[in-house]
């Protein structure tokens, strides 16, 4: 930026929604339900801000915005800055961050009418908004971190918003201290970096990495600590579990989180330290293969549930996966431009599923059906994101998935272009197995034969969502796509560096007609099984559960991740804070009470000591310090234990003056 009034603009982006915290904390009691308003225009006004920031990046040839002013000045350790960085990257995500807060926000007027803490909901909204804003504009790893768990601190207090629930509590403190074990490693390898190379500013630790200053398995190692703090917010394997259960939080906020804050933040570190990623090519892997597992994974599990919220939550974990496997086998474009569609498909999903629960009061897809008639404007939205997130040709999923799985294959990545492929299969069906049991057939509940559309405020943003996830992708379509005159305009102005490109030694993905085809056949033959088993008969879904059983379970216990981990690390725990809690009483209480014991035993020898009288003390003290003396003149020598009668004879005097006054 070139000057005040436009650094002014852009550092008001994430100020802005910080301020509205501030305000609705200290007077949302006295604003009431006026509070979504101040919450709305505060986000709006970042909006506008982003896109300005945008516009202005785009039109000066990728130029970012940058400044920074002094933070920390440890002297002799270093200067830590805080300031803002926005290239093409950043200024796509914050528009993303902004758009879809706003229409959250704007939803849940609506869902959250009539709740007690309704103002403090929209403070932590704002907070959550303005936390991650910060988190993308950072230009170094320890502002970056200070975002970062301000952002853990928010998905905390808003998925556990309904803390009058035991299982909205436990939730929120699961992804509180599962998100913990990544920010650990994060912060570890943070400090790694800074030992090594004096900087945490990313380029510079890009930089030094080149020079030499940190390499080999220093590097891998330090890299694979901040991709572990990756995959804590992402939800990636083995640190996913605690997303579904976040379910327990408000409907909106599991948009919010799953489309454009908290899951996001970590694919977003992945692209954001990129240049530092393709200098270790076993990190790469790591990526990919970590991605490609938890996408594949994540999708067996959303097949048998029944909670409608937790198959959109291990859906976003399996797509999460699927920008990893982008970024891992070097596709940053590929990777991010997922990112950024998924943000409108997804949020979109999650507010159709708020909109049946709205109108029903119910998660449990068992209890829907029928909907379709009823609920009109929410059943065709949902049909579109599920039909972007099943990745169907023109819709805005199926550029971002086709250029991830399409690059696996012809990168040669056979094992992760099987593991994406079946995924897509899989995802088809678990999305439309849920709008199939949702909205066809007949009411199963009173509940569902009661129901109705949700009001405009609620349906105008997902009817602009729905619009974004057909149309988002086409910003992206390939260059020349069917001999057309098309530009993709995404990967011209969303581009890895220069270095990273050198590195990698890849080329952009260019559409393959074939695997295109391919992948949507895939998709469709997951849709048509979907429909197959769960619309003309419904009982063959049943069938098919009772006959595979085992798998069903293995299924729906989520591969018994939650049961391992309960086993190995809550049992583990309280097993060893028992044993130190024992330890406690027993030895170190049965040691006090043994000398209290003891002194008793000694006839009140020692209480005659205690006369209060300063003077007595001093001389204890003194003799106390003249044997210490005496044994430092054993051991260190004569100089010492005249240093320490000295010390002596100050001590005793300054005590017995102290007592004459006294």
């Known amino acids: 930026m070139t000057t005040v009034g436009q650094q002014l603009i852009v550092a008001a982006i994430p100020v802005l929604p910080a301020l509205v915290f501030v305000v609705l904390a200290l007077f949302g009691r006295l604003l009431k339900e006026n509070a979504q308003y101040v919450a709305i225009l505060g986000v709006t006004v970042s909006l506008v801000f982003s896109a300005f920031s945008l516009y202005y990046v785009a039109t000066n040839d990728g130029t970012p915005i940058e400044f920074s002013v002094p933070w920390i000045d440890l002297g002799a350790g270093g200067t830590f800055s805080m300031g803002i960085y926005i290239d093409s990257l950043a200024a796509v995500m914050l528009v993303v961050v902004c758009f879809v807060s706003l229409m959250i926000q704007l939803y849940s007027g609506a869902f959250m009418e009539g709740d007690s803490r309704f103002s403090w909901y929209y403070a932590v909204l704002n907070l959550f908004t303005a936390s991650m804003l910060g988190l993308v504009v950072a230009p170094n790893f320890i502002e970056l971190y200070v975002f970062w768990e301000l952002v853990g601190l928010c998905s905390y207090l808003l998925v556990g918003h309904w803390y009058e629930k035991p299982s909205a509590r436990d939730a929120a403190m699961k992804a509180f201290i599962v998100t913990r074990v990544g920010d650990a490693a994060l912060f570890v390898g943070i400090i790694m970096f800074w030992r090594a190379t004096g900087s945490t500013a990313f380029d510079d630790i890009s930089q030094a990495a080149q020079a030499g200053f940190i390499g080999g398995s220093a590097l891998t190692a330090a890299v694979i600590l901040v991709f572990i703090g990756a995959i804590g917010k992402s939800a990636q394997f083995p640190l996913h579990v605690w997303l579904p259960d976040a379910m327990e939080g408000p409907t909106p906020v599991s948009a919010l989180i799953h489309a454009a804050t908290m899951v996001a933040a970590g694919v977003y570190l992945v692209a954001r330290t990129y240049d530092i990623f393709v200098q270790s090519e076993t990190a790469m892997l790591t990526v990919a293969y970590v991605g490609g597992f938890t996408a594949l994974m994540a999708a067996t599990m959303a097949l048998v549930k029944k909670d409608i919220k937790r198959v959109i939550a291990y859906s976003t974990v399996s797509q999460l996966g699927y920008m990893m496997l982008g970024l891992g086998i070097g596709q940053y474009t590929a990777g991010f431009f997922h990112l950024y569609n998924h943000a409108f498909f997804k949020a979109l999903l999650f507010l159709c599923a708020g909109s049946i629960i709205y109108a029903m009061n119910s998660y449990s897809l068992a209890e829907m059906g029928g909907l379709r008639r009823r609920m009109p404007i929410t059943f065709w939205v949902m049909v579109i994101a599920g039909l972007s997130l099943s990745g169907i040709f023109p819709f805005a999923g199926f550029w971002s998935k086709d250029a991830i799985v399409a690059s696996a294959y012809e990168e040669h990545y056979y094992v992760l272009f099987g593991m994406a492929l079946l995924t897509v299969f899989l995802t088809a069906f678990y999305i439309f197995r849920a709008i199939f049991i949702a909205f066809t057939g007949e009411p199963r509940t009173q509940a569902a034969r009661e129901a109705v559309e949700s009001p405009g405020i609620m349906t105008g943003p997902m009817m602009l969502l729905a619009f974004l996830s057909i149309v988002s992708g086409w ?29 990698l030694g890849l080329e952009a993905h260019a559409f393959s007609s074939t695997l295109g085809i391919v992948s949507i056949v895939v998709a469709l033959v997951g849709i048509g099984l979907a429909y197959f088993l769960y619309v003309p008969k419904p009982e063959r879904a049943a069938q098919l559960a009772r006959r595979l059983a085992p798998i069903h379970t293995f299924l729906d216990k989520g591969w018994y991740f939650d049961a391992l981990y309960g086993v190995v690390f809550v049992r583990g725990s309280k097993a060893l804070a028992r044993a130190i809690r024992g330890f406690d009483r027993r030895a170190l209480g049965g040691l006090v009470g043994g000398v209290g014991r003891g002194a008793m035993g000694t006839g009140g020898f020692l209480q005659r000591f205690q006369t209060g009288g300063v003077q007595n003390y001093a001389l204890f003290i003194m003799f106390s310090v003249l044997m210490i003396g005496i044994l430092v003149g054993a051991v260190a020598g004569a100089q010492w234990a005249l240093l320490v009668i000295a ?16």
Do not use: H, N, R
């Open 647 to 662: 010390l002596i004879v100050f001590t005793t005097i300054t005590a017995f003056a102290v007592g004459a006054k006294l």
């Open 475 to 503: 910003v992206g379509i390939p260059d020349g796509f069917l001999g057309l005159p098309i530009t993709d305009y995404f990967a011209e102005f969303v581009t890895p560096s220069q270095f990273a490109t050198e590195t």
